[in-house]
Structures are given as structure tokens and as C-alpha cells.
């Protein structure tokens, strides 16, 4: 069992450079969820995907964009990165949406600089 | 929004000693996860309460609701060091405020 896994671990970027991280999940989850994760923060929601073919947006979206690709995976993009970006990623997903109270499975994260 | 306080920020404790944190929230929670993240991984869940006032054991580990539904705390009995790492509380409420709130999170050294 894979649960959640997120491509690339690694990655560094030059300022205006573009980026798309992956997260797929095979434990036919309906919800998807991109957070970063910032020193003293905790995590932060970034996009999510209630099911697939819907996406809104979280507590901090501005300079990302996500695709629900299909059931499995959900993609964050960032368009033109800025060093504020520079974080820890984390995809989640959950098994059910509505009144549902199943809790989220976490990817391993993605470490992403910004120079 | 929602807010959750989560305390202490870091903590430094003898094996064996029994160790206690815990969230408070601004607003009412339907449901209170705690996570543990080791480094390099991602966040990895450890306890899911669901009712006001329940109390949920996971091995060395325990957990309650608050009756208030407004906090929640976690307990570890006899720490080990494998028990080193980050706890994070996380919190959903309900209608348009369902998604995660989390906590600033838990750093957690024990000591030989």
C-alpha cells in the first residue's frame, strides 16, 4: 500500500521559475487536500478538492493553482515561484466527503526552495 | 476564522517521564485529531476523537474531547525515545467550516 505519494521530495527554483507538484493516492479517497507547512506555523491549507471534478480554495491559495486530474490525482502548480514560497508541501486525502468524519492521510512532503 | 492554540510549543523530558499538551479553539469542533510528524514525513495520525467529552487510548498514548468542544488534550505515559517529534492537534467544525484547522504543533525531545 502506497497511501499518499507526492513527487518530488526535492526541488529548488529559481525566482519566476514554474513548478508543478504531484500527489497521487490509491485508497480511492474522494477528498484531496494541498497544505504548507512553515517553521511555527503548523500546516496550512492551500486548495482542496472535495471530489473529483471540484476544487476551492483553502486559507492561503494566492500564487497557486491545483488540478483534479481524476479521482487519484491532484496537482499544485505554482506559475511564477516567489521566495515567500518557499515551504513544505503536504498533499492529503480523506475517503469520504459531506457529513463524514474519516480523518486525512498525509503524503511525505515536498521540500521546495526558492532563490 | 478558526484558530487553534496549541501548548507547549516545545517540550524537553526524561525517558520515562509522562508528558501532557494540549489545543484550545476559538470556536466549536466536531472533531479533534492528533498527529505526530517525524522528520522528513509527513504527519501521521495518532488519535481521532469524534464526541464531547471521550477519551481514547492508543497504546502508551491518550487522548480527550473537550466538553466544551472547544479544547482537547493529549497525554504520553512513559516516554520513550522513539516518542521524539512534532504533535500537531487538528480540529474540524461543521457547515462551511468542515476543513482542518491545525495547531502550531508540539516539538518533543526526550532525553536519555
Known amino acids: 500500500n502506497a497511501g499518499v505519494t507526492q513527487t518530488p521530495k526535492f526541488q529548488v527554483l529559481k525566482t519566476g521559475q514554474s513548478m508543478t507538484l504531484q500527489c497521487a493516492q490509491d485508497m480511492n479517497h474522494n477528498s484531496m487536500y494541498w497544505y504548507r507547512q512553515d517553521p511555527g506555523m503548523g500546516l496550512r491549507l492551500i486548495y482542496y478538492?472535495?471530489?473529483?471534478?471540484?476544487?476551492d480554495k483553502g486559507e492561503v491559495p494566492n500564487g497557486y493553482n491545483v488540478s483534479r486530474l481524476n479521482k487519484r490525482e491532484f496537482s499544485l502548480r505554482l506559475e511564477s515561484a516567489a521566495p515567500s514560497q518557499t515551504s513544505v508541501y503536504f498533499c492529503a486525502s480523506r475517503p469520504v466527503t459531506g457529513a463524514s468524519n474519516q480523518p486525512q492521510h498525509f503524503g511525505d512532503g515536498t521540500r521546495l526552495s526558492i532563490l | 476564522g478558526q484558530q487553534l492554540n496549541q501548548s507547549p510549543q516545545s517540550m524537553f523530558i526524561q525517558e520515562g517521564e509522562d508528558v501532557s499538551m494540549n489545543c484550545t479553539s476559538s470556536?466549536?469542533?466536531?472533531?479533534w485529531l492528533w498527529y505526530k510528524q517525524d522528520p522528513g514525513e509527513g504527519p501521521v495520525l495518532l488519535i481521532a476523537?469524534?464526541?464531547?467529552?471521550e477519551l481514547t487510548s492508543n497504546g502508551r498514548l491518550t487522548a480527550q474531547f473537550g466538553i466544551t468542544r472547544k479544547d482537547s488534550f493529549l497525554n504520553i505515559s512513559a516516554s520513550i525515545p522513539s516518542d521524539v517529534g512534532i504533535y500537531f492537534c487538528?480540529?474540524?467544525?461543521?457547515?462551511?467550516?468542515?476543513?482542518?484547522?491545525f495547531g502550531s504543533g508540539t516539538q518533543l525531545t526526550v532525553l536519555p
Open positions: 487538528a480540529g474540524r467544525g461543521s457547515g462551511s467550516a468542515r476543513q482542518l484547522t
Open positions: 478538492s472535495a471530489s473529483e471534478g471540484t476544487t
Open positions: 476523537l469524534y464526541k464531547a467529552g
Open positions: 470556536s466549536i469542533f466536531n472533531t
